[in-house]
């Protein structure tokens, strides 16, 4: 099936530093979407990219839909505690109207922050 | 966005027991789908389901297994049969909306 290939896989980092996370494909995509899973909860929607060379920012949280939309990243400024959890990259292909958007999910990047 | 809610949060069932999730949103929606999440893994869409229509299921998932109700714009239920503890799994389901998938906090089920 489709795959989107998410890095790194886990990282610890500092409280402050700065992080970054990709996704890539083989195959090109319509949409990019990022989302948080903190523990017991359910994915939260972070950014939506639209556009192949878009870059949108939330807050501390940029993301950059990539010119050849295979690829796309994530970056988090500045990071703070309760930043951990697990980051996970979608993409959509193309819209289908009696399936609406079928995403597909990279495996997703664990974020610790040691205080 | 909107509010979804999952009921049961979380269940503990025996093998080749049934058990039927509910999904319910805040407004109408014409997409609904249902995603599994096996323990430390990504998600996997199981199935798509419209408001007046089948599901629409993927490979590796069937109807005899997973059936799925979808009977209004703001409610939807899925059902695993016959379970066994490889269907120990995070249960989420996800409304489109605005071309963007949100989704539900998820039923923890624990098969044994």
């Known amino acids: 099936g489709q795959q989107l290939n998410q890095s790194p896989q886990s990282m610890f980092i500092q409280e402050g530093e700065d992080v970054s996370m990709n996704c890539t494909s083989s195959s090109i995509f319509n949409t990019w979407l990022w989302y948080k899973q903190d523990p017991g909860e359910g994915p939260v929607l972070l950014i939506a990219l639209y556009k192949a060379g878009e870059l949108t920012s939330n807050g501390r949280l940029t993301a950059q839909f990539g010119i050849t939309r295979k690829d796309s990243f994530l970056n988090i400024s500045a990071s703070i505690p309760s930043d951990v959890g697990i980051y996970f990259c979608?993409?959509?292909?193309?819209?289908?109207?009696?399936?609406?958007?079928?995403?597909?999910f990279g495996a997703g990047t664990i974020l610790r922050v040691k205080s | 966005s909107a509010v979804i809610s999952q009921k049961p949060s979380r269940d503990i069932c025996q093998r080749g027991t049934s058990l039927t999730i509910q999904c319910q949103v805040d407004s109408q929606v014409t997409m609904m789908f249902w995603y599994r999440q096996q323990p430390g893994q990504s998600l996997t869409l199981i199935a798509t389901?419209?408001?007046?229509?089948?599901?629409?299921?993927e490979s590796g998932f069937v109807i005899d297994k997973f059936p799925i109700s979808r009977p209004n714009l703001t409610f939807s239920t899925l059902t695993v049969s016959n379970m066994s503890p490889e269907d120990s799994s995070i249960y989420l389901c996800?409304?489109?909306?605005?071309?963007?998938?949100?989704f539900g906090p998820g039923t923890r089920l624990l098969v044994l």
């Open positions: 389901a419209n408001q007046g229509s089948e599901a629409t299921y």
């Open positions: 996800s409304v489109e909306l605005s071309e963007t998938q949100y």
């Open positions: 979608a993409g959509q292909k193309e819209r289908i109207k009696e399936y609406g958007n079928k995403l597909v």
